[in-house]
């Protein structure tokens, strides 16, 4: 039976090792948890800060959909998704994937596949807050994010 993932979508920060704890406390069975942390590059000092927006409730069925999606293909025991938004400053975290499972490559690879299909499908806008002060152009998933998301077989679900 796939697991329940844990979905946030939130303007406060998060902490990686609070959130694996969670994943994990009271749990013998798992063997694995694979963690991805995003964060907001300074892009050489150019930039200050991202603003990241989305529409409620939207943002969070689509990644709720990807998360399931991830837990229908491996044997997961725990995945959380925690997304940020409003105004990050460089360096701060964006986003979180931990996945957990008896197994590594199952862990990887589900983190792997939610962080493509996040990159390329979770309906966030993120606009550039550069260090001069002024204001950047709204970011775009590249070509890069496609191509690695086209890795995957299609969404089952679609």
Known sequence: MPCTP???????????????????????????VVTFQGLCRDEAGQLAALELEHYPG??????RRIADEAAARWPLQGLTVIH??????AGGNIVLV???????????????????????RA?????????????????EATA????AQGRWTPFTAR
């Not at 890069?144 to 191509?147: H, L, M, W």
Request: hydrophobic share 45%; no cysteine; charged share 30%.
């Open 144 to 147: 890069a994010d496609d191509e």
């Open 84 to 89: 940020r938004y409003g105004l990050i400053p």
């Open 123 to 139: 309906p966030f806008w993120k606009r550039e807050h550069r260090a001069d002060g002024s204001h950047g152009q709204w970011v």
């Open 58 to 63: 939207m943002a969070e069925a689509e990644i």
């Open 98 to 120: 931990a996945a957990a499972s008896p197994h590594r490559h199952a862990a990887f690879d589900a983190a792997s596949f939610l962080m493509d299909f996040l990159k390329t």
């Open 6 to 32: 844990h979905i946030a979508i939130q303007r406060e920060d998060f902490d990686a090792a609070t959130e694996v704890a969670r994943l994990t406390r009271g749990r013998a069975d798992i063997g694995a």
